[in-house]
């Protein structure tokens, strides 16, 4: 699987983790099923900010450089913030959001040792010669643009896809919209050629809602974690200038005082179990249609997960997709095997051994 928006777990924070943190990081997300990941960022204060993308583009070079076997493969860093909207920077320090200039934009570029590849921005805080020169810039570079934490409009999401933006950040999630305005997400759905991650944990995003998305955009709708650092533990964990836990399948921002607060703060699983949540909720409501079938088989719902988990995030930033049969789902009656046949085509095997 390939996880294209990813801050953390077991513990570890990539705002400050050290190359050996960020070695065990990748063999653990490596045996839980994920192959390759997106580092991403949190908003920090300007210097905090740039020792991060410096160590995390040093090892990401080192990575590149020298793979380590059985072990996740860092693609580059998604750099999701400081240039958000105030209004729409869900747990994302208010202090660390900034205005954008293409200055700022090359500092933090050239401190990541050039290996950004997705930065989400809010459209609405750029003035039109910002996107004109993100446009030629990010196609010089192949970096992905992409809208997210934003109370942009219709329009103005419309005229930023059509101006070098590609794809969405957490689609729905820290997002203007409602039945009088519609915005981002709106206008994102009817871009067919835009991509679109979605976090489908079922808390983040209500799951009939995920479905819809799913069958709006067949071809370009795929899955992230959003994991924070506290994901796969039950400790409080520090998430770069904030402190997070998992509660009830998510991760909750814990305010100053220590009490956990309502705020979500990331997701609360991997990718791998989150696809797998997800896929199993679909199953159960077999009156749900997919672009596939409208009486879908669990091999055609698991087929379309596999899609959104793996080939969709890979032809997004380039990559050949991937799996591996050490990830094993339990889906409905089945035990359900990613493989790669010789065509790298992924399909599922499915076995009629009952799960216990």
Known sequence: MTDLHFHGGFGIDLMTADTQSLDRLASRLFKK????FAPTTLSHEWAGLLECLGRL?????????????????????????PFLSQKKRGAHPSSSI?????????QLYEASHQTIKIVTLAPEILTPSDLVWLKK?????KI?????HTCASYSQTAHALNSGFHSATHLFNAMEHHNRFAGA?????DDQTCYAEIIPDLIHVAPELVAHAEWLKPKHLFFVSDSSPATETSDTCCFGELKTKVHDGASHLIDQSGALTELLCGGGKLLPEMTEQYLNWKIARPSIPTRTSKTPTTIDLTREAISRSVTIPAKLI????SAHDRLTWKIARFQVTLQVN?????KPKASKKDHP
Do not use: C, N, Y
């Open 57 to 81: 583009g040093t090892w990401i070079r080192q990575t590149q450089s020298l793979p380590t076997p059985q072990a996740a493969t860092p693609i580059g860093i998604h750099l999701e913030g």
């Open 342 to 346: 010789s065509q790298k085509k992924l």
């Open 144 to 148: 992905i643009l992409s809208v997210g």
């Open 185 to 189: 997400p709106q206008a994102v759905l």
């Open 137 to 141: 810039w990010s196609a010089k570079e």
């Open 33 to 36: 099923g994920i192959d390759s």
């Open 318 to 321: 380039g990559a050949k997709p």
């Open 98 to 106: 900034v205005s954008f200039s293409p200055e700022k934009m090359l």
